[in-house]
């Protein structure tokens, strides 16, 4: 009965509930110059956390890949983040879901 009881509460309460959002986010550009440093400005200055990052370097292409996963955020921002990475110089590709 407890348990039940609970159950109702909490499915009252769930929408006041702050729940972050998670963003996968893909990235390929030229390995020079370093972007980095200018994702990491974009993204706190949308308040976004970096809650995961994988980097891979490919030396023969000259290429570097970022795969983020990104919260804090509260509704979908895939399309307007990957249009403001896009003005970024070197990008050749952005994947998000």
Known sequence: MIALFSLLILKKLEPHINKDRYLHLNITAA????????LEEI????????SSIEVDHNLQDKQVQYRFVLTR?????????????????GIHKIHFK
């Open 43 to 50: 993204f706190r200055n949308r308040a976004l956390r970096i």
């Open 31 to 38: 390995a020079e110059p370093d972007i980095f440093p200018q």
């Open 73 to 89: 955020h509260k509704r979908r921002i895939g399309r307007d983040l990957s249009s403001e990475i896009a003005t970024l110089g």
